[in-house]
């Protein structure tokens, strides 16, 4: 029985068609069987589940075990969002448990087609199908559909952004920019975090976003306060730190959650100016379950902080959505994209 149903993109196939698509993140594998409607007018969820990554061998472990739950033996053709850049064969993510190589899951599988899409460019395609009204208003207007270019950024095991730009008069295709900023280098915004990033340049020759901006990121600024204020770290991983930022129970623990509000706020300022969003979807793992420290700390401050275009930015929507399926609806309307283009 079908768990729910997305509208498909216009350019999805004409025929019917049963695929798996995977959402893989570095802590959890979102897993479902699709099916296209006729004339393309569908796409079905039938089944779906969700995995947590580091319990199992490897993604063909993981797909294999569902393919075997849901009775998917005949289905052979699948579309992977995750995270990483594809290097020949393999991928390279430097968060997920295990490696990943195509060829050894079809042949594992016995899948005539495997393919890959950068897990937030799955999220950005799915920008047709959030509604702003069940999403949280950060900052600027409410509005009930993005007015034009979306960045989708979310921070986690490490930090995805893309972009979704709305059809051009020239055409009738949405289209996505997939990017690394989890790789470009972080940019502090004042002494603290300053020194921060000092410390910081000790461990690595290059500090990026994600050794700020993510769940391991959240540890390794912990671990820098502790060490700035002469105290032991009490704390040893990121859901422990979160939880005590928000109850009060550790101080180097809340400014860690603090530096990580402000510093998303300026790096979701900068990648709107960069790119001329006129919309901003914050997903991820970490937002959602910080939702009410967010909205109180600085990140709406340090999003509008940049100089003279303080007011561009004021106009423009900054949504806190859940991560959800959303990848998984993504991939699904990418892959069925992507056929009928071919």
């Known amino acids: 029985m079908a768990q729910s149903a997305i509208a498909a993109m216009p350019t999805a196939p004409s025929a019917e068609r049963t695929f798996i698509a995977a959402d893989v993140g570095g802590t959890h594998a979102r897993i479902a069987l699709m099916r296209s409607g006729l004339g393309g007018d569908t796409a079905a969820m039938l089944h779906y589940r969700q995995y947590v990554c ?45 490696q990943v190589s195509l060829s050894q899951i079809r042949q594992a599988l016995s899948l005539s087609e495997l393919v890959l899409i950068n897990d937030f460019e799955a999220m950005a395609h799915a920008t047709p199908y959030i509604d702003p009204a069940n999403a949280t208003l950060l900052a600027g207007p409410a509005l009930s559909a993005p007015p034009g270019p979306t960045l989708v950024i979310g921070p986690g095991t490490g930090l995805g952004a893309a972009l979704w730009s709305p059809p051009a008069a020239y055409g009738n295709r949405p289209s996505v920019l997939a990017t690394e900023v989890g790789h470009a280098a972080l940019a502090p915004g004042n002494e603290r975090e300053l020194e921060i990033l000092r410390r910081l340049l000790q461990r690595w020759p290059h500090v990026d976003n994600e050794r700020v901006l993510s769940g391991p990121g959240l540890l390794n600024t912990y671990r820098c306060l502790c060490e700035m204020a002469g105290v032991a770290p009490r704390l040893s991983n990121p859901a422990d730190i979160a939880s005590a930022a928000q109850s009060g129970d550790d101080a180097q623990a809340l400014e860690t959650l603090q530096v990580f509000c402000a510093m998303l706020g300026s790096l979701v300022g900068d990648l709107v100016l960069t790119f001329g969003a006129q919309a901003v979807y914050l997903a991820g793992g970490i937002p959602a379950q910080i939702r009410p420290f967010l909205v109180q700390s600085d990140f709406v401050e340090r999003f509008l902080n940049k100089g003279v275009l303080r007011s561009v930015l004021a106009h423009v929507p900054v949504w806190l959505i859940e991560h959800g399926r959303f990848g998984l609806i993504g991939a699904s309307a990418w892959y069925m994209g992507r056929d009928r283009a071919e």
């Open 54 to 98: 580091a319990d199992h061998a490897g993604l063909s472990a993981i797909l294999g075990d569902f393919i075997g739950a849901v009775g998917a033996e005949d289905v052979g053709h699948a579309a992977v969002a995750i995270a990483g850049v594809l290097h020949g064969d393999e991928l390279v993510n430097t968060n997920l448990p295990w």
